[in-house]
């Protein structure tokens, strides 16, 4: 697909993976909107240039701000979304609004303004505790063990379905977890902010050996333009794509812990919450099957190891994440 | 499970499958709060009993409604549903509302009042095209073909998380469409309301050859309370149970159409619109894989043409029937 030229709005443009993508539609010739409430996004992510990129700043329930985000674009990449995994269970209706009510609205608005192409962030996370490994695609009907992963499958439900019903060309990913610069959630920030603060001692959620798969941003952006590029609609069904984004490799959360303390040159005493799962809906295994974005040509090219280093320098020279984000209302 | 004396409420309970579900409560001794908006419900349905059965006349997105029907239940019945799968396209924000939202606002309201004991009508739509004959529950990863399917897998997700988070004992049903009296919508109705009006000619909509497994509505109540009665908890996991509820037999739209015209004594010239498809999203085949169920010594009592004919009784005796239901608002 070439994006020269075209009008493209990025929710979430201000997030890890979104910022990554405006670069990249950026480098290709497209003009961007970052559409994004600063809930968890950071500004410092968001480089405003005159007729390459605008920035909105609003909420994805605002359905008016969306409607005139989204008019006159050719697409759209939605990966805003409530993220919080762990403290699904704390705010329950969050997941719900901002991942299944904010998607049907960036649905509705294209819809009304004629936009027929969306990429859509979703997670393996729904694969929920995934009874095959590497999980593939089509794995066996999954039950959702999280609010996270129900309102991810609920967000990929209504864009199979307008997929069928209003002819959307549509492109799904189901990422493992995403590591690399710009990173500013997860397991390893918060073992950096502990050690920093406590080098004597780290509290770790679970048993430590939860094992998953994690990928490199760039390789996972790198991906996601790969199969825009190459995949080819199904014969006689709807132009819907769903990949797996991940990695080969898989990363126990002590052999992450083992690096940080490489790198940082601590050795605290380890303190286990105990359990298999790091929280309620913590899947401790997490592998996807990738050979169908494989198949068109992609493979990832850093190590786990790599990008959590990589991640740890990120983190270390950039001073806005040294200090929590605030929590959003 | 022993309901005699406690206190359900019946979400749908004016409904088709919802009135049976109160019938069979109350002659197990519970008391019933029938909880419906007479969106598609019928006032004829519900029979109101001093402290047996009463009526909350409200919609589900009215939280405060819900909360006050919900205080003080020891069991949910969630049947109430946007079941209007063949127009989802038309308002497609209804099935978010009244599928997603309406199931989040009873399971909040459960959480808030200690309710811990919750059955939902799920649906066979959500295997979307499936890939394997008869559908088990676990089979490959559905994509959504309709609205109303991605809606009802958004709900289960829901109820499972609610579940493994919050410790609710789920049991989901799947059904296929279910036939018997009290039927009030679907193809059966739909074709008799046209013969009555034009005996000379019938519009069918696709090929007649869709064909689907259907089950008596009686069958279905049975083997609701056979699971909520009989079903264990997995080992270790959440107390949550899901069953396929269909019949083993199918009928095709053209057999449907064959058995109406010879009870109605007409023989109108058969229009068909083409497409193997009534309508975008539906599932041309309907088989569920009930094995799990029968497991459990439950086995349906009636053939589907018998049930065919039953419905057709119950529609021509019951005038409130004889026109189509106001469209909800």
Excluded at 312 to 327: G, V
Aim: hydrophobic share 40%; proline share 5%; glycine share 10%.
């Amino acid at each position: 697909m070439d994006f020269s030229g075209s009008s493209v709005v990025v929710t979430g443009g201000a997030g890890f993976i979104g910022s990554h993508v405006v670069d990249a539609l950026v480098s290709k010739g497209a003009k961007v909107t970052v559409f994004d409430n600063f809930s968890t996004g950071y500004r410092e992510l968001v480089n405003e240039q005159e007729g390459r990129v605008r920035l909105v700043e609003a909420d994805l329930l605002d359905y008016e701000a969306v409607r005139r985000a989204i008019a006159g674009a050719s697409f759209v990449f939605h990966l805003a979304a409530n993220a919080d995994v762990k403290d699904g269970l704390l705010h329950p209706r969050k997941d719900v609004e901002q991942n299944i009510i904010a998607t049907q609205n960036v649905l509705e608005a294209m819809r009304e303004h004629g936009v027929r192409n969306i990429a859509f962030s979703s997670t393996g996370a729904l694969y929920g505790d995934a009874p095959v490994f590497p999980t593939p695609e089509d794995a066996p009907f999954p039950i959702q063990t999280s609010l996270y992963g129900a309102s991810k499958v609920a967000a990929e439900g209504l864009l199979t379905a307008y997929s069928f019903g209003y002819g959307f060309s549509t492109w799904i990913f189901r990422f493992v977890s995403l590591l690399g610069p710009r990173y500013s959630h997860g397991h390893i920030i918060d073992f950096w902010r502990k050690l920093r603060r406590d080098p004597k001692v780290l509290e770790v959620l679970g048993d430590g050996h939860q094992k998953k798969s994690y990928l490199h941003v760039s390789d996972c952006v790198r991906a996601i333009f790969v199969a825009i590029d190459r995949a080819a609609a199904p014969k006689g069904g709807a132009p819907l794509h769903i990949f797996n984004l991940g990695h080969p490799g898989m990363l126990e959360v002590n052999e992450s812990i083992g690096i940080l303390c490489r790198e940082m040159k601590v050795s605290p005493e380890l303190r286990y919450t105990g359990g298999e799962r790091g929280w309620v809906g913590d899947a401790p295994r997490i592998l996807l099957d990738t050979r169908k974005i494989e198949g068109l040509g992609w493979s990832p090219t850093k190590t786990i190891e790599d990008s959590v280093v990589e991640t740890l320098r990120f983190i270390e020279a950039n001073a806005f994440l040294h200090t929590p984000a605030p929590k959003p209302a």
